[in-house]
């Protein structure tokens, strides 16, 4: 671990004292999500202390507490300060040694220096932060918001793993590093040392500063500080533990660890012996390069600013950036391009001022020029989509620039065929729906179970996917099963076991394609909390890992003798946990992202992640096709920027934003439930509320309830069905008497707060990497605003006031509608009617509603509805009927309508259903004979 010249006798060993008795939090929880802004706040209680220790009136008892106040503050700081480069061994000693000489005047001028600077960040941007005897520039401490000149380089740490230096000779070190700058180098950064595998790991984890890791051959496994929450996590998918490495292994066997928790950190391998022979056992692929002991510095120097500036390094901005600067002529689109007839416009210039100069400079419809076609990509912008499948771990990555709908739509119709059946859920988004009419693949519609309490579905059993795909074998059919295509993460935050999801239907299936719809998810790749089991690239490398490995095939080989036969006779399947052959599996896995929605991405940019073994063989001409029918030839140059940016960003500081994401919605999620004014009516729902019991295996109901500490977390979430994004927070407000779009309504009117989504009786909160302490604060305090004038209100009702409110609060969380489940497809438009699947022919229901005297209009509350239902003719739907809320169709072209889909309609009461005009009524096909039958008539007519 890294230390401080006196604090590693003085503080450090204390700090391991003190932190048997409790003093120090070395929880999972604390390590990932709170240690790095809990050491600010630290710090800048220990600035308070220092100015009431300087309080002129202070008393010397009150002056005794305040200095055993500080000194266990101090303690506690130094357990875990070490992981961190500033603020260095000599301003914490200094702060050592002025509480000890009680010397408060200057312990306040250090502490108040490094409390600023960690406030401010100004030890980023100026070395003025790190000298006591330095004054700093108010530009250093308070950064101009909307810098347009990024004058101060980007600042990083580099983590030195290396037990045998003494702390002078990691001064020299430090030293040696900072005379090696030049003024010519994109950034700057210091050095923290530790000593052993397990002090990398957690220096890995809880400093969001580092982005290179040098590890030097030949230190210890073990810390002299424990952390054995953190280091079973920190394990967790290894094939190797401590005790089947040799000491010769730590170096790579950490490269590779680091990787896994951070796949973005580059590693240098650094030692003493046969360099030739290390390099070839390197195997993680974050390691860069190895270094025998004795060359020289500055090779590894530049190698580390290399491998930030290869992250760093945004192909399509930069080469954007250039062409803004050049005198271009414009003989061609856009007349916006340049700005011209902007800036030189009687009526529109304030245009120009509110969006600025750059905006326009960057206009352009040219590919050439130092541009690049989207549509084509040879330079530029296919540099920038290779770094995108690098940064995200795919194979090939694709920019679209209309948003993820469109991005649905061309897998969809690249992957898909007419005829071929798609496992899908009927709540996903309505792009997925077009999608299939436009490519004439068969919608099996499956249905996720209901949460009818707060009107929403949740997500598709793993068992109802398992019997869809076995019944359908068992009808012969399996060989038309082209897809399963799911939501993960849901709107209201159902995150699927996407590992097992895949590995059990691989075991029916095994070169079943996955589509997942991870629109509101691209944020989840960099935590490792998410990504190993619970996103589809993640998943997909997990599966890739463990079904190469020996340990695998023993496994499966058990498996295979115990279970007998994959088909729908087998009543075991269903509740076993089920394992493909690993010689007969093909991993082919795409992925949609709204980067926009959850990264820094300008609104409609997305991408498109393929990890599809035989894409090339099967897939890459007609991918290619449809990207072509669905982006447009003008697509927009700085949403193409934003998506190169926002790369970039996630790979740079992705771990950073994130794991702060987590920890606000964590934070909030405490706050408001455990407030006794705010829960009388209001609460965020848990995973009790929103997953029901036989799908939470663990058992875990709550994220902040006693007793549960985030190791339970993790245990659950690596093996749960479905788990819920602590991020994504639904909150229910019917029980203060507003419905959902009233309460969104209010709260953006009156408080200026913008909600994602709203059903009858909740709104959600989505957090985001925009969320910041303050917000979170302001939120707390508007809950408690409102929750006090309910409070108040109902205080002063009378008695049928009272009454009134309580029935209104019934009306909402109690007297819900049923949800209903899809129906099924009018024979028409099905290929055999007896089939137990329900797959159908929507592309033809869809189309037939083009003729108009193929429709008809029925209102929604008349009789004529109730009578058919009854006694028929069917009611069949001639389009989609999509409601928001929920935002999904409830109706889909050629479905028989059922009662339950009628009720449901009639008791809603929002104001936008898309493909339904309350005036007309319910569109609905007039229904001829049914395909089989006409087929059959037809046949006879050819005898």
Same mark, same amino acid.
């Given at each position: 671990?890294?230390?401080?010249?006196?604090?590693?006798?003085?503080?450090?060993?204390?700090?391991?004292?003190?932190?048997?008795?409790?003093?120090?939090?070395?929880?999972?929880?604390?390590?990932?999500?709170?240690?790095?802004?809990?050491?600010?706040?630290?710090?800048?209680?220990?600035?308070?202390?220092?100015?009431?220790?300087?309080?002129?009136?202070?008393?010397?008892?009150?002056?005794?507490?305040?200095?055993?106040?500080?000194?266990?503050?101090?303690?506690?700081?130094?357990?875990?300060?070490?992981?961190?480069?500033?603020?260095?061994?000599?301003?914490?000693?200094?702060?050592?040694?002025?509480?000890?000489?009680?010397?408060?005047?200057?312990?306040?001028?250090?502490?108040?220096?490094?409390?600023?600077?960690?406030?401010?960040?100004?030890?980023?941007?100026?070395?003025?932060?790190?000298?006591?005897?330095?004054?700093?520039?108010?530009?250093?401490?308070?950064?101009?918001?909307?810098?347009?000149?990024?004058?101060?380089?980007?600042?990083?740490?580099?983590?030195?793993?290396?037990?045998?230096?003494?702390?002078?000779?990691?001064?020299?070190?430090?030293?040696?590093?900072?005379?090696?700058?030049?003024?010519?180098?994109?950034?700057?950064?210091?050095?923290?040392?530790?000593?052993?595998?397990?002090?990398?790991?957690?220096?890995?984890?809880?400093?969001?500063?580092?982005?290179?890791?040098?590890?030097?051959?030949?230190?210890?496994?073990?810390?002299?500080?424990?952390?054995?929450?953190?280091?079973?996590?920190?394990?967790?998918?290894?094939?190797?533990?401590?005790?089947?490495?040799?000491?010769?292994?730590?170096?790579?066997?950490?490269?590779?660890?680091?990787?896994?928790?951070?796949?973005?950190?580059?590693?240098?391998?650094?030692?003493?012996?046969?360099?030739?022979?290390?390099?070839?056992?390197?195997?993680?692929?974050?390691?860069?390069?190895?270094?025998?002991?004795?060359?020289?510095?500055?090779?590894?120097?530049?190698?580390?600013?290399?491998?930030?500036?290869?992250?760093?390094?945004?192909?399509?901005? $930069?080469?954007?950036?250039?062409?803004?600067?050049?005198?271009?002529?414009?003989?061609?689109?856009?007349?916006?391009?340049?700005?011209?007839?902007?800036?030189?416009?009687?009526?529109?210039?304030?245009?120009?001022?509110?969006?600025?100069?750059?905006?326009?400079?960057?206009?352009?419809?040219?590919?050439?020029?130092?541009?690049?076609?989207?549509? $084509?990509?040879?330079?530029?912008?296919?540099?920038?989509?290779?770094?995108?499948?690098?940064?995200?771990?795919?194979?090939?990555?694709?920019?679209?620039?209309?948003?993820?709908?469109?991005?649905?739509?061309?897998?969809?119709?690249?992957?898909?065929?007419?005829?071929?059946?798609?496992?899908?859920?009927?709540?996903?988004?309505?792009?997925?729906?077009?999608?299939?009419?436009?490519?004439?693949?068969?919608?099996?519609?499956?249905?996720?179970?209901?949460?009818?309490?707060?009107?929403?579905?949740?997500?598709?059993?793993?068992?109802?996917?398992?019997?869809?795909?076995?019944?359908?074998?068992? $009808?012969?059919?399996?060989?038309?099963?082209?897809?399963?295509?799911?939501?993960?993460?849901?709107?209201?935050?159902?995150?699927?076991?996407?590992?097992?999801?895949?590995?059990?239907?691989?075991?029916?299936?095994?070169?079943?394609?996955?589509?997942?719809?991870?629109?509101?998810?691209?944020?989840?790749?960099?935590?490792?909390?998410?990504?190993?089991?619970?996103?589809?690239?993640?998943?997909?490398?997990?599966?890739?890992?463990?079904?190469?490995?020996? $340990?695998?095939?023993?496994?499966?080989?058990?498996?295979?003798?115990?279970?007998?036969?994959?088909?729908?006779?087998?009543?075991?399947?269903?509740?076993?946990?089920?394992?493909?052959?690993?010689?007969?599996?093909?991993?082919?896995?795409?992925?949609?992202?709204?980067?926009?929605?959850?990264?820094?991405?300008?609104?409609?940019?997305?991408?498109?992640?393929?990890?599809?073994?035989?894409?090339?063989?099967?897939?890459?001409?007609?991918?290619?096709?449809?990207?072509?029918?669905?982006?447009?030839?003008?697509?927009?140059?700085?949403?193409?920027?934003?998506?190169?940016?926002?790369?970039?960003?996630?790979?740079?500081?992705?771990?950073?934003?994130?794991?702060?994401?987590?920890?606000?919605?964590?934070?909030?999620?405490?706050?408001?439930?455990?407030?006794?004014?705010?829960?009388?009516?209001?609460?965020?729902?848990?995973?009790?509320?929103?997953?029901?019991?036989?799908?939470?295996?663990?058992?875990?109901?709550?994220?902040?309830?006693?007793?549960?500490?985030?190791?339970?977390?993790?245990?659950?979430?690596?093996?749960?069905?479905?788990?819920?994004?602590?991020?994504?927070?639904?909150?229910?407000?019917?029980?203060?008497?507003?419905?959902?779009?009233?309460?969104?309504?209010?709260?953006?009117?009156?408080?200026?707060?913008?909600?994602?989504?709203?059903?009858?009786?909740?709104?959600?909160?989505?957090?985001?990497?925009?969320?910041?302490?303050?917000?979170?604060?302001?939120?707390?305090?508007?809950?408690?605003?409102?929750?006090?004038?309910?409070?108040?209100?109902?205080?002063?009702?009378?008695?049928?006031?009272?009454?009134?409110?309580?029935?209104?609060?019934?009306?909402?969380?109690?007297?819900?509608?049923?949800?209903?489940?899809?129906?099924?497809?009018?024979?028409?438009?099905?290929?055999?009617?007896?089939?137990?699947?329900?797959?159908?022919?929507?592309?033809?229901?869809?189309?037939?509603?083009?003729?108009?005297?193929?429709?008809?209009?029925?209102?929604?509350?008349?009789?004529?509805?109730?009578?058919?239902?009854?006694?028929?003719?069917?009611?069949?739907?001639?389009?989609?009927?999509?409601?928001?809320?929920?935002?999904?169709?409830?109706?889909?072209?050629?479905?028989?309508?059922?009662?339950?889909?009628?009720?449901?309609?009639?008791?809603?009461?929002?104001?936008?259903?898309?493909?339904?005009?309350?005036?007309?009524?319910?569109?609905?096909?007039?229904?001829?004979?049914?395909?089989?039958?006409?087929?059959?008539?037809?046949?006879?007519?050819?005898?």
């Amino acid at each position: 671990m890294a230390t401080r010249k006196v604090v590693r006798k003085k503080a450090v060993r204390k700090s391991a004292t003190a932190r048997a008795a409790g003093s120090t939090d070395t929880s999972l929880q604390y390590l990932l999500f709170n240690a790095s802004v809990r050491r600010a706040d630290n710090w800048n209680e220990l600035n308070i202390i220092g100015g009431k220790l300087n309080s002129p009136g202070v008393s010397k008892t009150a002056a005794a507490d305040l200095h055993a106040g500080a000194e266990k503050l101090m303690s506690k700081i130094a357990a875990l300060e070490g992981y961190w480069a500033f603020p260095g061994q000599s301003l914490f000693q200094a702060a050592i040694d002025a509480l000890t000489d009680s010397d408060y005047g200057y312990f306040l001028h250090v502490v108040g220096r490094i409390s600023g600077a960690l406030k401010n960040e100004s030890y980023r941007r100026t070395a003025d932060a790190w000298d006591l005897n330095a004054e700093i520039e108010d530009d250093a401490i308070i950064p101009d918001y909307h810098d347009q000149h990024g004058s101060s380089r980007p600042y990083f740490e580099v983590l030195v793993v290396d037990a045998n230096l003494s702390e002078a000779q990691q001064e020299r070190l430090r030293q040696e590093v900072r005379s090696l700058r030049r003024p010519e180098d994109p950034f700057i950064y210091e050095i923290v040392f530790v000593p052993s595998f397990q002090d990398a790991m957690v220096a890995t984890v809880v400093n969001y500063d580092l982005q290179s890791v040098v590890i030097k051959d030949g230190f210890p496994y073990q810390s002299d500080l424990s952390f054995p929450e953190m280091d079973e996590f920190l394990r967790r998918g290894t094939l190797v533990g401590e005790d089947s490495l040799a000491s010769e292994d730590y170096a790579v066997e950490l490269a590779s660890r680091i990787y896994r928790a951070r796949p973005e950190l580059d590693a240098f391998l650094v030692t003493d012996r046969g360099v030739e022979g290390l390099a070839g056992k390197v195997s993680a692929p974050n390691i860069r390069r190895v270094f025998f002991a004795a060359e020289e510095t500055m090779e590894l120097h530049l190698s580390i600013l290399a491998g930030v500036g290869d992250r760093y390094d945004a192909p399509f901005f $930069e080469n954007l950036k250039k062409y803004a600067r050049r005198p271009v002529g414009t003989w061609h689109a856009l007349p916006v391009a340049r700005g011209k007839s902007i800036f030189n416009s009687h009526w529109i210039q304030d245009m120009g001022h509110f969006f600025g100069a750059n905006l326009f400079m960057a206009e352009s419809s040219a590919t050439t020029g130092g541009l690049d076609s989207l549509l $084509e990509p040879t330079g530029n912008i296919k540099q920038a989509q290779e770094k995108a499948a690098r940064c995200f771990g795919s194979d090939q990555t694709y920019f679209v620039t209309n948003g993820t709908s469109t991005a649905n739509k061309i897998v969809v119709q690249g992957v898909c065929k007419p005829g071929d059946i798609v496992l899908i859920d009927r709540n996903c988004h309505k792009s997925h729906h077009y999608g299939l009419v436009l490519s004439g693949a068969q919608p099996l519609y499956m249905d996720a179970f209901p949460l009818v309490p707060y009107s929403m579905y949740g997500a598709v059993p793993l068992r109802s996917i398992k019997e869809t795909l076995l019944q359908l074998k068992a $009808e012969g059919k399996l060989g038309k099963v082209r897809m399963l295509l799911l939501t993960n993460v849901t709107f209201d935050g159902h995150l699927y076991n996407v590992k097992r999801v895949m590995e059990e239907c691989l075991a029916i299936k095994p070169d079943l394609i996955f589509l997942w719809d991870e629109a509101w998810y691209a944020f989840a790749r960099f935590s490792p909390f998410y990504r190993h089991t619970r996103t589809a690239m993640g998943a997909r490398a997990a599966l890739v890992e463990r079904y190469a490995s020996d $340990e695998y095939r023993e496994e499966y080989a058990k498996f295979k003798k115990s279970i007998g036969s994959i088909d729908i006779k087998n009543k075991k399947l269903l509740s076993t946990r089920l394992l493909p052959d690993p010689d007969k599996v093909r991993f082919r896995v795409y992925c949609t992202q709204s980067t926009h929605k959850s990264l820094s991405a300008l609104r409609q940019g997305s991408m498109i992640h393929v990890n599809d073994q035989d894409f090339k063989d099967d897939a890459h001409e007609a991918f290619d096709e449809a990207f072509m029918t669905h982006t447009s030839t003008s697509p927009s140059q700085q949403i193409i920027a934003s998506l190169d940016l926002a790369r970039r960003q996630a790979e740079l500081e992705g771990y950073r934003l994130v794991t702060r994401q987590i920890q606000l919605a964590l934070e909030l999620r405490l706050q408001v439930n455990n407030h006794p004014l705010i829960s009388k009516y209001f609460r965020f729902l848990d995973p009790a509320d929103l997953i029901p019991k036989q799908y939470r295996q663990s058992g875990l109901a709550s994220y902040d309830a006693p007793g549960v500490t985030w190791k339970t977390v993790v245990d659950a979430w690596e093996e749960d069905e479905f788990a819920l994004d602590p991020t994504r927070l639904t909150l229910v407000c019917g029980n203060a008497g507003y419905d959902g779009t009233q309460f969104k309504g209010l709260l953006a009117d009156k408080y200026d707060i913008q909600v994602n989504k709203t059903t009858r009786n909740t709104v959600l909160f989505q957090s985001n990497i925009n969320n910041s302490r303050s917000s979170t604060a302001y939120l707390i305090e508007t809950l408690v605003k409102l929750a006090r004038q309910v409070d108040n209100r109902l205080a002063r009702s009378s008695r049928d006031e009272k009454a009134a409110f309580a029935a209104r609060v019934k009306s909402l969380t109690e007297d819900v509608p049923d949800l209903p489940d899809f129906s099924h497809f009018h024979d028409k438009f099905r290929s055999n009617p007896k089939s137990k699947t329900r797959e159908g022919h929507m592309r033809e229901g869809f189309f037939s509603a083009y003729v108009s005297e193929n429709c008809e209009h029925v209102r929604l509350f008349s009789k004529e509805i109730d009578t058919r239902l009854r006694k028929g003719p069917e009611l069949v739907s001639a389009n989609f009927v999509i409601p928001y809320p929920p935002g999904f169709p409830i109706m889909v072209p050629g479905q028989v309508l059922s009662p339950g889909i009628i009720n449901f309609m009639r008791a809603l009461d929002v104001k936008e259903i898309h493909g339904y005009n309350a005036e007309l009524g319910i569109k609905l096909l007039k229904m001829g004979k049914p395909r089989a039958a006409a087929k059959k008539k037809s046949a006879a007519k050819k005898r």
